[in-house]
């Protein structure tokens, strides 16, 4: 089975300019999160879909960040401006819920660099 | 709010030496325990987890007891081998919102 894939893997670019990220769960999972981890630190939340729905979003920075999830399959994150505190890597993840299943599947994650 | 603490590192270590990652938790009510590996250059993968008090997790040699009175969930390994060399986080899952709290992350290096 196909674990949760990320792209791009390495991402360089300059302050100011808009960069996008995409993940592609595991097939049949309901439930996606975005999460940031910055160097020497452990992730932290950004959202969380089930299914199509943004349920938790509360830690994304709505001023410059989106996200979708169409057909609560395949997700995007944006950054528009990107600043060069958002150098970090940015981590995709999924589970299925329901029946105290709670694991969470990770991505290998992107490494954005701003300059 | 809920918080992980876990020991700094780098922990450098000879091959089979014994492995201890300390890890305390600050959260309200009953959380589930994690802990994460993130090896070089890929994604984390559980290693194991607890889902209530006195409940040891274990996998590949790791074990790890949730430990309420003490609010803690120390990573060992009896024997560690160069293949085990990797970034270890300890985790939190309150299944109110399933969100993870992860601690900041500790760096093991074995060396042959």
């Known amino acids: 089975e196909a674990g949760v894939v990320q792209s791009p893997r390495y991402k360089i670019i300059e302050k100011k300019q808009p960069v996008a990220f995409w993940c592609n769960p595991i097939?049949?999972?309901?439930?996606l999160y975005w999460y940031l981890q910055n160097l020497g630190q452990g992730p932290e939340l950004l959202i969380r879909?089930?299914?199509?729905?943004?349920?938790?979003d509360s830690q994304l920075p709505k001023d410059r960040f989106s996200a979708e999830r169409l057909k609560g399959v395949d997700s995007t994150l944006k950054i528009q401006p990107a600043e060069l505190g958002d150098s970090a890597v940015y981590l995709c993840?999924?589970?299925?819920?329901?029946?105290?299943?709670?694991?969470?599947?990770f991505g290998p994650g992107t490494r954005l660099t701003v300059t | 709010g809920d918080s992980v603490t876990q020991m700094e590192g780098p922990v450098t270590l000879s091959e089979e030496a014994f492995l201890t990652i300390n890890c305390t938790y600050t959260?309200?009510?009953?959380?589930?325990l994690f802990w994460y590996v993130q090896y070089p250059g890929e994604g984390l993968q559980l290693l194991l987890k607890?889902?209530?008090?006195?409940d040891k997790g274990s996998n590949k040699g790791f074990e790890a007891t949730y430990r309420k009175e003490t609010t803690s969930f120390h990573l060992e390994k009896g024997s560690v081998q160069v293949s085990d060399s990797a970034v270890y986080f300890c985790?939190?899952?309150?299944?109110?919102?399933?969100?993870?709290?992860f601690g900041g992350g500790t760096r093991v290096l074995v060396k042959p």
């Open positions: 959260a309200t009510g009953y959380p589930s």
């Open positions: 985790a939190l899952l309150k299944a109110a919102g399933n969100k993870l709290t």
């Open positions: 879909y089930e299914n199509e729905e943004a349920v938790d």
């Open positions: 993840a999924s589970s299925l819920e329901g029946g105290g299943n709670y694991e969470q599947y």
């Open positions: 607890a889902t209530k008090a006195d």
């Open positions: 097939s049949g999972h309901n439930t």
